[in-house]
């Protein structure tokens, strides 16, 4: 599995890449812009993303932007459903507006922080059932 974790904040970078050492390659995008471009970097290469944590609170572009951005290059490169990197948002917003949006954006999990290993493993879980590469 091959995950990009897009966090800016230290701490929670730190810990998510902790949970996920053992199960997944991981890469490192401390911003939306960074995440996208690494994203792109990652298709061109034919080395696509499995899994991507998204935080929604990050300077410049933030994880909704990102999100779009993202599912956007995805149609643009005509990948869709079970072919699509599945996001999971790690974030600290609880608020049913952001909860909504992401999914309506295209999130396929949704986590609030702090984030607790055992959680972030169930997640990952449900979604090995949509994509044979996301495996526990």
Do not use: W
Not at 27 to 37: L, P, Q, T, Y
Not at 109 to 124: D, G, M, N, V, W
């Amino acid at each position: 599995m091959k995950t990009l974790i897009v966090e800016d904040d230290f701490a929670s970078r730190t810990l998510l890449q902790r949970y996920l050492s053992g199960i997944s390659k991981c890469d490192i995008a401390v911003n939306g812009n960074e995440a996208i471009e690494a994203f792109q970097i990652a298709l061109d290469e034919n080395e696509p993303y499995d899994l991507i944590c998204l935080d929604i609170m990050m300077p410049d572009v933030d994880g909704h932007e990102t999100l779009r951005t993202i599912r956007k290059i995805e149609s643009e490169y005509g990948i869709g459903g079970f072919k699509s990197v599945k996001v999971i948002m790690t974030t600290a917003l609880g608020d049913s507006q952001n909860i909504i949006g992401s999914f309506r954006e295209g999130c396929e999990a949704y986590i609030t922080k702090p984030i607790e290993r055992k959680k972030l493993i169930y997640e990952i879980e449900k979604l090995s059932h949509l994509n044979k590469n996301i495996l526990i």
